[in-house]
């Protein structure tokens, strides 16, 4: 068996499986887009139908890109989460929070296996920078949360955090992803807590966060992996 064969998501020429893994990326955008502009026309039947195809479709190119086992995982606990938030209740939005939660400790993992390959750390100023905004975002959200949820969304924010400062080990495709998903979940608090919204603002949850996974996924394939093989 040679390397070229040997390599993950490469076929016997030694060329990454791109007649499988571009139609899958093709596949991910149309949904996107269709997701993205069903929103937009307050059609909620396309946003049910949709959104939940779009992690699976990223994973799924992933996975034929050779990407490491624990992109491909954190991008499918991403798909829990979503499904479980379609549902309006606070048992689902917990369990689809903690979904997310396993998939921020899959992209930690796979970060810190990067830095220990020789890949340069988190600049530590950045992640100052990500622990005020933090602490400022938490002091003001904090009193008109729901008590309940408090705990929780503290956790939960304080993991994704550190996976948004962490995601610049793979570079700035990487590091802007962490910082967009950051973003998106920031704006579904500022909905929990009843602040003032743009217009459309599941909109913009949307398109923060799956520009956010996209980056992500970008992010680890370009810069290649300590599991898989460098990206093109």
Known sequence: MTAATARPGSTGTGRPAERFARPVLLAFLLVAAADLAGLLAGAGTVHLVAKPLLMPLLAGYAALRGAPKLLVAALLFGWG???????????????????FAVGHVCYLTLFGRGEGRGRGPAPLAAGAGYAVVLAVFLVLIWPDLPADLRIPLTGYSLLLTAMAWR????????????????????????????????????????????AAQALLTLGVLTQGTSEGTPGP
Do not use: C, H, K, R
Request: hydrophobic share 60%.
């Open 167 to 210: 995601a610049g080990v793979f570079g700035p495709y990487a590091a802007a992803g962490g910082a967009l998903f950051l973003l998106s979940d920031a704006l579904i608090a500022t909905g929990i807590a009843e602040w003032p919204q743009a217009p459309a603002p599941d909109f913009w949850v949307m398109l923060t966060y799956i």
């Open 81 to 99: 989460g979503d499904v479980f938030l379609l549902a309006d209740n606070d048992l689902a939005f917990l369990v689809g929070m903690a979904s």
